[in-house]
């Protein structure tokens, strides 16, 4: 589903009026927060999606490390997870499956999380991935409302997942450099939490489904606040301006250009390859963190400023 059809079915959504949701789905944030006490709160999200490569070991380490990332972009620590999982068991060895889930299972204790169970249904397009509980300190959480101006803008992992993940289907990319997306989309965003409240952060999101510039645009209209990113600056993951100038794009990426409209400005200079990078959707991409000063291992690569909500690349 896009943004704007997803859009449409959230507003006939009746808001909740209990005051220990934190954070709900109004604002288009990662993960839902629900206070427990003054200094816990649980963070609550789920995600899962079709194989985005072949090594099942991989796919299940990118759909846990794509799943765990919600909790981090609130600023939480995952405890526990539920696998959700979609297969045909006549497809493939019953082994194939098992390497998918062992695969999310080290993720998920890499993270520190503990894997409790999960729901499998018969599916013939495959589909994995986790519902994940957090906790967080309602006082130190991260949410998509709290950007401000001079707010420097860092990201924590290259872009460009989907679009190379597109052109392997094809063969069109080298081993290294699908191996280098695998690589990305596997790691946590652990030490990029950490990072992110080392910068005494308040605001946080990770770039998944809508893009780069799409989850900004959440930020931005939540935090009534104007995003610059520069183009030049960009962290992109190798090969990618070859396969974007071969075709190798994504109809996701087309859906979220239409559906930022004007709300997506991009300066001439920038070039076309890079404004289709920018709206690619990503698959378990990095942390885009809000911060007054320096985030470790991260990239600075844009800043809040005053305007109507929106994004600029120049």
């Given at each position: 589903m896009g943004p704007a059809q997803l859009s449409e079915v959230l507003r006939k959504l009746p808001k909740t009026a209990n005051p220990n949701l934190l954070v709900g789905f109004e604002t288009s944030d990662d993960a839902g927060v629900f206070r427990l006490s003054e200094t816990e709160a649980l963070v609550q999200t789920m995600d899962f999606f079709t194989p985005v490569v072949d090594d099942p070991y991989a796919y299940g380490q990118i759909a846990a490390a794509n799943a765990l990332s919600d909790v981090y972009a609130m600023g939480g620590r995952p405890l526990t997870v539920m696998n959700i999982a979609c297969f045909n068991p006549a497809m493939a060895p019953a082994e194939v499956w098992a390497n998918v889930l062992l695969g999310a299972h080290d993720k998920t204790t890499e993270a520190g999380a503990v894997v409790v169970g999960g729901h499998s249904v018969e599916d013939a397009q495959p589909k994995f991935g986790l519902s994940v509980t957090g906790i967080v300190d309602p006082n130190r959480m991260f949410a998509n409302d709290r950007a401000e101006v001079g707010d420097r803008l860092w990201l924590s992992k290259p872009l460009g997942t989907g679009i190379v993940t597109t052109a392997a289907k094809f063969d069109a990319g080298s081993a290294e450099e699908l191996q280098a997306a695998i690589g990305a989309m596997a790691t946590l965003n652990k030490n990029a939490c950490e990072a992110a409240?080392?910068?005494?952060?308040?605001?946080?999101?990770?770039?998944?489904?809508?893009?780069?510039?799409?989850?900004?645009?959440?930020?931005?209209?939540?935090?009534?606040?104007?995003?610059?990113?520069?183009?030049?600056?960009?962290?992109?993951?190798?090969?990618?301006?070859?396969?974007?100038?071969?075709?190798?794009?994504?109809?996701?990426?087309?859906?979220?250009?239409?559906?930022?409209?004007?709300?997506?400005?991009?300066?001439?200079?920038?070039?076309?390859?890079?404004?289709?990078?920018?709206?690619d959707p990503q698959t378990s991409g990095g942390l885009a963190v809000f911060a007054k000063g320096e985030v470790a291992e991260s990239v600075e690569i844009g800043r809040v400023v005053e305007g109507t909500s929106g994004i600029d690349v120049v």
């Open positions: 409240h080392a910068a005494e952060s308040r605001c946080a999101t990770d770039i998944t489904g809508f893009g780069l510039a799409g989850h900004l645009f959440n930020v931005a209209r939540a935090s009534k606040v104007r995003i610059e990113i520069d183009s030049t600056s960009l962290p992109l993951l190798p090969g990618v301006e070859r396969m974007v100038n071969e075709g190798h794009t994504t109809g996701g990426g087309e859906r979220n250009r239409e559906f930022l409209g004007d709300a997506l400005r991009f300066a001439d200079s920038v070039p076309g390859w890079l404004r289709l990078v920018i709206v």
